[in-house]
């Protein structure tokens, strides 16, 4: 069955410091998305992504976040200046359809821990 | 205020008893998702519910959109401790090109 992938699985990093999550989205599949959750909370929306540009993000999307599909396989999540609070898990996904979706399939899981 | 609320959070119940999970909202979702997330993974899809009063079955599993596709049910019949897990409703609301979580319900099935 077609997968979402995720890398790093488990990434820690000084607090300042810049990181990037990587995620293979499924092939055929048209949108990509970001969500965090921080540990004993819910699931979070960041980001979703269409055709090459972001078509919707949260309050939690701000400056230091930016998203990137650099070729026609990768999905990016960069985090410019770590903070401690973003320690969290991050989730990727992806669906065929956006609005009207019909399921996301998501990734395992990048959990980042800022030191 | 959530836009999606599940009840209960915690349910814990013996093998072979039945149980629902509540998923209410005051907002009209286009769609309303359940998905079951092991720890230290990412939520897996169990159902996908689109039209309101719509009833859908995975083996034990019984789903329902509320006719005004505003909640939605979860209801396990005969539970195993295989069901055990965490589970979450997630809705997109017309116009939105995001999933908005419930909080979750942890279910716990006793041997």
């Known amino acids: 069955e077609p997968e979402v992938t995720q890398t790093p699985s488990h990434q820690v990093t000084q607090m300042g410091q810049e990181v990037i999550l990587r995620c293979v989205p499924i092939s055929n599949h048209l949108y990509f998305y970001w969500y965090r959750q921080i540990l004993g909370q819910k699931v979070e929306f960041l980001v979703s992504f269409y055709n090459n540009e972001i078509s919707e993000k949260s309050e939690i999307f701000d400056d230091q976040f930016s998203v990137e599909r650099p070729d026609g396989s990768n999905f990016t999540l960069k985090i410019r200046s770590t903070k401690l609070e973003d320690s969290a898990m991050y989730f990727c996904?992806?669906?065929?359809?956006?609005?009207?979706?019909?399921?996301?399939?998501f990734g395992s899981g990048t959990r980042l821990t800022v030191v | 205020t959530q836009l999606l609320e599940q009840s209960p959070q915690f349910l814990s119940i013996q093998e072979g008893e039945n149980l629902t999970v509540y998923c209410n909202s005051s907002?009209?979702?286009?769609?309303l998702q359940w998905y079951r997330q092991e720890p230290g993974e990412g939520p897996v899809l169990l159902v996908t519910?689109?039209?309101?009063?719509e009833v859908k079955k995975l083996k034990r599993l019984t789903f329902q959109f509320g006719d005004a596709r505003k909640d939605s049910s979860l209801h396990i019949t005969a539970a195993q401790p295989g069901d055990t897990g965490l589970y979450l409703c997630a809705g997109a609301r017309v116009g939105d090109y995001k999933l908005s979580f419930g909080a979750g319900t942890t279910v716990t099935v006793r041997a």
């Open positions: 907002s009209v979702f286009s769609s």
């Open positions: 519910v689109v039209t309101g009063g």
């Open positions: 996904a992806s669906s065929t359809t956006g609005p009207l979706n019909y399921g996301y399939t």
